[in-house]
C-alpha cells in the first residue's frame, strides 16, 4: 500500500517513521510547506519531498495519507485527499468546529474513502491493558478514576499552539487523548466541570467527568511542565485499585482487595497476616504505539472492518473537549447531551 505524510513537524516524522517500521507499506512522499522541513524528512525516510499536496498527489498517487497539520487545516486538505480518491489518517482532533467535522464526514462518505481520526492513546500498552482488566471487572465496578498528562508547552517550538483558536489549548490538544480514553472505558459522560489557568507558556487544566453509569474522573492536563512529559492513571473500584504511571514504570500494577467486608481494623493492621499477591503486568514497548494505531487502520482500510476509534469517537471526545474548554470560561458544569444538541455533532 502507498502511503504519503502531509505536515513534516513533529507528528509527521513520527507517522513517516513509522510507516517505515510497516511491511508492506510504502512511504512514497512527504510533503510541507516549508520546503526544508520536507527535505529533511524525505532525506530521512529515503522518499520524495513535496511542497505542495496537489502536486505529491497527482504524481506519486498515494493509496493512504496522513494529515499532520495543525488543527484548521485538517478539513480542507481531508476534503482535497477524499476528492482524489484518497483514505485520510488525520491527526487529533479531528476538526475545528462540528461543521467542519460534518464536512469531512459528507465528503469522505461521498468519496467512499475512509476517514480515520489519530487518537493515540488506546494504543499505548498500558492504557490498552488497563482498560482491558477494568472492563474484565478485575477492580470489580468502577466508581472514581484520576488520569495525569503533563509535559513542555508545544508553543515553545511551534508559535501555532499559543493561538488558542488554533490549537485549543491544553484541553483540546493534549488531555483530549484521555477524555477518549475515559469514554472508551467508563462509557458515556453527562456532565462536564473544569478549572483552568493559562500564563505565558504555561497552560493548566483540571476537569471533572460525570458518566452516566455513576463514575467520576478526574483529569488533570498541563503545558509549561519543568521536567519531562509524563502520564499516570488510576482507577478505583470496589474490588481493587489499578493504577499505571509511566514516570515510575512501564509495568501495570493491580492491588486487589484480599479482606472480606466484616473484617475489622486490627486485621488490616496485622502484619502476619496473608494478603492478596501484588499482580505485576509487564507491557514492554515491542512495538510503539504509532505503529501499533497505524498498522491498525491500515489493517481496517485494508479489511473494511471498524476501528477500534471510530469517527463519532473521535467527533465525541471534541465535543467533550469543547465542553470543558466552556465550563472553564463559565465556571458552570456543562450538560453534555444538551451541548450535543446545541452543537450540531455529526454521529
Known sequence: MRVAVLGCGTMGWVHARS???????????????????????????????????????????????????????????????AEAGVHVICEKPVSSTAKEAEIMDVVCRSNQVRLLIAHVGRF???????????????????????????????????????????????????????????????????????????FTHL??????????????????GMWGYPGPFQTAMEFAGDQGVIRANSDETNSVIIRQSGLSTDCNLLDILDVTRKHEPLHLRKSPELQSAYVRELSHFIECIQSGSQPDVTFHDACMAFK??????????????????????????PV
Open 320 to 345: 467533550i473537549a469543547q465542553a470543558a474548554i466552556e465550563s472553564a470560561h463559565t465556571g458552570i458544569p456543562v450538560n453534555v447531551k444538551e451541548y450535543e444538541k446545541k452543537g450540531g455533532f
Open 203 to 220: 497552560d493548566y487544566a483540571w476537569v471533572t467527568l460525570k458518566f452516566d453509569q455513576g463514575a467520576i474522573a478526574n483529569l488533570e
Open 19 to 81: 510507516y517505515a517500521k510497516l511491511k508492506e507499506i510504502q512511504l512514497v512522499g512527504v510533503c510541507d510547506v516549508d520546503k526544508e522541513e520536507a527535505d529533511k524528512l524525505a532525506a530521512a525516510c529515503g522518499t520524495t519531498a513535496y511542497e505542495r499536496f496537489e502536486e505529491m498527489l497527482s504524481e506519486v498517487c498515494p493509496d493512504v495519507v496522513s494529515i499532520c497539520l495543525p488543527t484548521p487545516l485538517h478539513c480542507k486538505y481531508t476534503v482535497i485527499a
Open 124 to 198: 499505548f500498552p498500558a492504557y490498552a491493558d488497563v482498560a482491558q482488566q477494568v472492563t474484565a471487572g478485575v477492580i470489580g465496578k468502577p466508581g472514581v478514576a484520576h488520569s495525569r498528562r503533563i509535559g513542555p508547552h508545544p508553543g515553545l517550538l511551534k508559535n501555532w499552539y499559543n493561538d488558542e483558536r488554533e490549537s485549543g489549548g491544553v484541553i483540546m490538544d493534549l488531555m483530549i487523548h484521555d477524555i477518549d480514553y475515559m469514554r472508551s472505558v467508563l462509557g458515556e459522560v453527562l456532565t462536564v466541570y473544569a478549572q483552568r489557568r493559562t
